[in-house]
């Protein structure tokens, strides 16, 4: 079982928000010494797509999940997850009071 960064990948009191493979270089690739080529080769994934995650230029999509999730024995979803987790810390962020003024509308089960 990989090492889990003890880095938080979202925060909600203003600080940095890490891409998603911010903190997956050294803790999947650089403590095993795995290259990014032999991970291409053993999921079929392009080198670009690899890199791009993470160096946070390239989105994780549902195949880029499924292949990376099963070649490292996490779960599906494990790799959308934390995309998501970025993308609602960044939209939390960017929407700012705006958000706060939305008055939620209550509905009770009949």
């Known amino acids: 079982m990989p090492?889990?960064?003890k880095s938080p990948i979202t925060t909600d009191d203003g600080l940095e928000n890490p891409y998603p493979?911010?903190?997956l270089r050294a803790d999947l690739f650089e403590a095993s010494n795995l290259t990014i080529a032999?991970?291409?080769t053993?999921?079929?994934l392009p080198v670009s797509a690899i890199e791009g995650f993470l160096d946070g230029t390239h989105r994780v999509d549902a195949e880029f999940d499924l292949c990376m999730g099963r070649?490292?024995?996490f779960s599906d979803g494990?790799?959308?997850r934390?995309?998501?987790a970025h993308d609602l810390a960044n939209a939390r962020r960017n929407a700012g009071d705006?958000?706060?003024r939305i008055k939620p509308r209550l509905t009770r089960a009949a």
Do not use: P
Request: aromatic share 16%; no cysteine; glycine share 12%.
């Open 3 to 5: 090492m889990m960064s």
């Open 21 to 23: 493979g911010a903190d």
């Open 38 to 40: 032999e991970a291409a």
């Open 42 to 44: 053993a999921t079929g």
């Open 71 to 73: 070649y490292f024995g």
């Open 78 to 80: 494990y790799f959308l």
């Open 82 to 84: 934390l995309q998501n």
């Open 98 to 100: 705006a958000l706060a």
